[in-house]
């Protein structure tokens, strides 16, 4: 049984050029978060979607960053224009309707230089 | 506001000994805590969680407590070992909100051997 699968682990980015972050959720699961942490800080949340539909986007910055959950496939983040601040590790969690546990996968670790 | 926070950002116990972790929150309508454990470099991983109809839960080595009287939970694991080592966040489900979790800041456990 397989757990939540992000990829990539690592992204390295150049100051202005795409991020794009992959969630693939614990089969059966249809609710997808994404969470932010930055270094010695706890996660905080950014969206909240179950397929093909955002839920909850309370916390994601009005610009430069989107998210999806299709029909098929994974969930993607996408930040545009990267910039330093944007540095960080990106976790996905998925979850069955809730409130219940929610599996984190490893996160992805995005670097902007 | 809605806030999730820590007493102590590092605790360092003796191998064998039992630790305390301690967590404060400020929403009374939250109804679900998880306990989540960060080993460096990797996803936090669930370790116990409690809803707000109980006062007390307990796992394999762990226990949890919830007071509501005082917005205040804590995470006792008994004979702490050198593999507990690691961050340790208490997260706070907000009604309502699907699995939308609000994380503390995090409190680093050191075992001594």
């Not at chain 2, 699995?99 to 050191?110: A, I, S, V, W």
Request: proline letters at 5%; charged letters at 20%; hydrophobic letters at 35%.
């Amino acid at each position: 049984n397989a757990g939540v699968m992000q990829n990539p682990r690592h992204l390295v980015r150049r100051r202005g050029q795409e991020a794009r972050l992959r969630c693939s959720p614990v089969k059966g699961h249809s609710h997808v978060y994404w969470y932010r942490q930055l270094p010695e800080e706890g996660l905080k949340f950014m969206v909240y979607l179950q397929k093909e539909n955002i839920i909850d986007e309370s916390g994601m910055p009005k610009e430069r960053f989107s998210a999806e959950f299709p029909k098929e496939g994974p969930s993607i983040l996408r930040i545009q224009q990267v910039v330093r601040g944007d540095s960080a590790a990106y976790f996905c969690a998925s979850s069955p309707p809730g409130p219940t546990e929610a599996f984190f996968g490893q996160g992805t670790r995005l670097t902007v230089v | 506001g809605e806030s999730v926070g820590l007493h102590l950002p590092t605790l360092s116990v003796q191998e064998g000994d039992n630790s305390i972790i301690n967590c404060a929150y400020s929403n009374s309508a939250s109804d679900y805590f998880i306990w989540y454990k960060q080993e460096s470099g990797k996803g936090p991983q669930f370790i116990i969680d409690i809803r707000s109809n109980m006062d007390k839960r307990q796992g394999q080595r762990v226990t949890v407590l919830l007071n509501k009287t005082v917005k205040h939970l804590s995470l006792q694991i008994a004979a702490t070992q050198p593999g507990d080592s690691a961050v340790y966040f208490c997260a706070e489900n907000l009604t309502g909100g699907g699995n939308k979790l609000t994380f503390g800041t995090g409190t680093q456990l050191k075992v001594e051997l």
